[in-house]
């Protein structure tokens, strides 16, 4: 079974820093790009940052030159560093990636989310 679990988030003051992680668990997996996503009470859902497998990321406009998205393969992990941070990104944090199991075809899976508060 796969399943990848999120950490790091808490409630931080504007202008602070948070590094989020997320692990995925499972055997034989082939892990593609993977992706941060965050929620917003009474927003659609949207897409923070993304890394391809080769390392290639890109940033929503609003998290550029802000936010920095990494991965280590040998570890599954992904994490989202987040600096200079502003009450506007507060708001659910959601682990995403595609992965291919051995045997099955590829599958889009979610975090549970963690929670990102910015307030003084």
């Known amino acids: 079974q796969v399943q990848l679990v999120e950490s790091g988030g808490g409630l931080v003051q504007p202008g602070g820093s948070l590094r989020l992680s997320c692990a995925a668990s499972g055997s034989k997996i082939s892990i593609g790009a993977m992706n941060w996503y965050r929620q917003a009470p009474g927003k659609q859902r949207e897409l923070v940052a993304t890394?391809?497998?080769?390392?290639?990321?890109t940033y929503a406009d609003s998290v550029k030159g802000r936010f920095t998205i990494s991965r280590d393969n040998a570890k599954k992990m992904v994490y989202l560093q987040m600096n200079s941070l502003k009450p506007e990104d507060t708001a659910v944090y959601y682990c995403?990636?595609?992965?291919?199991?051995?045997?099955?075809?590829?599958?889009?899976?979610w975090g549970q989310g963690t929670q990102v508060t910015v307030s003084s």
């Open positions: 995403n990636a595609f992965i291919k199991r051995v045997g099955a075809g590829l599958n889009e899976y």
């Open positions: 890394i391809t497998s080769g390392g290639m990321s």
